[in-house]
């Protein structure tokens, strides 16, 4: 009996031991067949027929389809089948959770210094470097980094911590990244070279890096004095999350300044762009505040302002063109852009020129790592561009973009006149940054465009930019920096005609200008950020020189004198953190113009009409002789009142000063548009704007809202009598009328920054109303009364919407409503000394009809494996959807005794595209 027990209990023991075998991690079986189904839905079935648990990026596995057959296998077994192939790895814990990585796997087990503390010395570096990183970059974030030492300032309870974040991949610095602390509610932004100050409490916290298209990142610290900690982010190249038009989480709370909008580049590859061309400019017309006078129109209006009222910057120097073939391409290489920053308030008093608004563009300057390209081919257009490393210190970056948009042409009707027209553009950047050491920073930046286009075979036009420009940046310690910027820029356009011999002719405009710049940051404590420095622009401008071409040409040489002027401006300002709810950002720049010789000044008598006849003399002024002075002061403040983490309230005033003025009898920017420098006749525009905004966000800073209300007043405007003549006039004062501007509006955004759906809707109800100076002598517009401005559209409504089916494939739609700009039309005919005359309204009374467009596009990615000979992507879709014929002008001619008119629209039918990207 006691054997039987005994073998009875020992076949018992075998058999649970075998029961405790099986229950292991690597001998727990799985059965079944899987076919034709996602990862999900394998992970599920794994997970309801045993005891393991998976955990994995959704991203990951959206291209895996599982097709497996099991019976009695390992999970081992079942997903080395699986992955096979793929750039995804496993790894099983002790607890039957499966951790699913792209790249490598993850590691189970703690380092052997996992719990001891780094050592620590006064101001402490802790570079978190690519190099350093890259070798255990897995506990880098839960590791404890000292920072400081505890002799440094015994008596203080707090400690500035400062450093820089920059891409892992590349190694370039990342703007706009928000740093804070997960218990404190100490917060910072990185600035334009990844640099950030964050003040603490001494003490143990968790810092957060979080950036708008990277991984977050967290390091645990012990702060026990000042000190450094640079971090590198990985880029996520795998998430197509990204949002059309955004800012770094919770920024538009933070920040002081309001009107400020930041675009990304990857938000730019996503807006349905007309013939499938990316275009900078189009993606800055879908904020609100922002309009243009019609399709194709080259520049925008800002906040009731003139085109020539903005000043674009592309890293650093001035566009006076920025489009290409009429507007319907923008100037800038979105291969060769990282950001792009529009101020429409707030403008940092660094800035200066221009009354209505800043956008600033910053290039690439290339990647530390390694040599990457990448382009794309259209309809219409190819680009193409490298950047990479030339030396351990040195990195460039070129690209270029041209155009073969003839034979679009030749789909016009045969009778039509522009059937024999030619076009086209052609554009080259090239960006050089050679770090000298670690205080020291050399970049080198040029870019060249030019276009080409003739409507009949008569007449040719040219125009072209040109800038080149060279900045140094120095560390002069961890609180002070120094930009320095010395640059030059060139504008041209030339008119060539020929056809008839004894009319054959060039006219040609040119404009250049040298500019130096110095511009400095001073951390003066915790609270307190100074800004100061000085910038010089010479300008040296031929109005206009038309030239006879051919010995046949019977045409007169005539130029308009050359004009000089240096504009001097000195600026400081501050950003003053009052207390964490309260931020003030304010500064004074003060600006010296100097009119200069060689030059002519005609004279008239005071209190008097400005013509021919009441011309009284000449006085001419020898070269570098001071003709005449303009200078004053530019105000900026700007004040934020945070409610609570999600709420704040923003309030500003700006005043600017511009001395330059386009003389255009056209609404948008034309090729053929001059421009003319203040002088003793024609003073600088001035402006000033308030503005106040409320900006509230909801579901974790995923939802951003906001209203902003704005009041501007503008004097010294630029507007001309009837008749008047802008080629070729040396007394262009005798044609100009003073001119009185107001504007004021609203703007109403909700934005929607993350999931499958996303984007924005905006609405904006503006006013942009002229009238002549009451003090004006002679003419009188509209009998001195307020007429609508040539780009008053009072409402506007901006629809821009993203969606995923998955990570490889979205749909983007873009919707545009906005009022009919004005116009001046004629009314009624008379009689008049024997010959018929024509009666005209009110300067702009009418409008032409409404403008309404839908535009729909596919972006389809390839696979997102990281080790690819080269990614590619489609872009493809249909520009003006519903075929809508929107007016670009209504213009009248008289046809058999009758005054017909008629209604001009560029694009009147939908508009197919489609276009190649590649990267490698």
Known sequence: MIKKLFRLASFLFLISMQYTVAQTPSEERISGIFSGISFDQFSQMVESKSNYRMFFKQADVDTLTINVNAYESTIENLLDEIFRGSELYYAIDNEKRIFISRGTALNMELPKDFFEVKSSSANLIVDNSVQKENKDRSFAKNRLWEIGSSNDAPGATVAVLKGKIRSFESGEPIIGALIYTTEQGAKSISDEKGNYTITLSKGRHTLIFQNFGAYQEQRQVNIRGDGVLNVAMDDNIISLNQVTVTSEKSANIERPEMGLSSITVQSLKKLPAVLGEVDVLRAVLTLPGVKTVGEASAGFNVRGGAADQNLILFNGATIYNPTHLFGLFSAFNPDMVESVDLYKAGVPVKFGGRLSSVLDI??????????????????????????????????????????????????????????????????????????????????????????????????????????????????????????????????????????????????????????????????LNDKHQLSFGMNAIYYNLNPGEQIPKGSESILLHEQVSRENALETSFFLGDEYEFNPKLMFSYGLRYVIYNYLGPNTVNEYPRNSIKTEETKIGETAYSSGEIINTYQGPEVRFSARYALDNFTSIKAGYNSMRQHLHMLTNTSAIAPTDTWKLSDPHLAP???????????????????????????????????????????????????????????????????????????????????????????????????????????????????????????????????????????????????????????????????????????????????????KLAHASWSMGVYNLLGRANPYSVYFSPENGTIQGYKLSIFARPIPFITYNFKF
């Open 685 to 867: 525009q001035l402006g000033d704007q308030w503005a106040i905004g409320f900006f509230k966000n909801f579901q974790s800073n995923t939802i951003e809202t906001s209203a902003e209300i704005y009041y501007r007043k503008m004097r010294n405007l630029v507007d001309f009598r009837s008749g008047a003549s802008l080629i070729l006039n040396d007394n262009i004062e005798q044609d100009v009328i003073n001119t009185q501007g107001k504007a004021y509006g609203i703007e109403l955004m909700a934005k929607k920054t993350e999931g499958k759906l996303n984007g924005w809707i905006s609405y904006t109800y503006s006013r942009s109303l002229f009238r002549t100076n009451p003090d004006e002598l002679g003419e009188m517009v509209n009998r001195g009364k307020f007429y609508p401005s040539n780009f008053d559209q009072p409402h506007d409504i901006m629809l821009a919407g993203n969606f995923e089916f998955t990570k490889r494939i979205n749909t983007s739609i873009n919707a545009n409503y906005s009022t009919g700009r004005p116009i001046t039309l004629p009314i009624a005919k008379f009689y008049y000394n024997g010959s018929e005359r024509v009666y005209y309204s009110d300067r702009n009374a009418y409008r032409i009809p409404d403008y309404f467009r839908v535009d729909l596009s596919f972006n389809i990615e390839g696979n997102h494996k990281v080790r």
């Open 362 to 523: 910053q290039g690439k300057f290339g990647n530390e790592e390694k040599l990457k390209g990448g382009g794309g081919i259209g309809l219409m257009t190819s680009r193409l561009y490298l950047e990479g490393p030339l030396s351990e210190k040195t990195t460039f970056a070129v690209g270029g973009r041209t155009t073969y948009s003839n034979w679009l042409f030749g789909f016009l009707d045969e009778d039509s006149e522009f059937r024999n027209s030619r076009a086209s553009f052609h554009d080259l950047n090239l960006n050089m940054k050679h770090k000298m050491n670690e205080n020291n920073e050399l970049t080198i930046s040029a870019y060249w465009s030019k276009d080409a286009f003739r409507f009949d075979k008569d007449t040719v036009f040219n125009y072209q930019n040109l800038n080149l420009s060279a900045s140094w940046t120095h560390y002069f310690s961890d609180r002070l920096e120094g930009k320095f910027h010395l640059g030059h820029d060139q504008y041209t356009f030339d008119i060539q005609s020929e056809q008839d011999p004894l009319n054959a002719f060039t006219f040609g405009f040119g404009m250049d200008q040298s500019s130096w710049k110095n511009h400095f940051t001073f951390d």
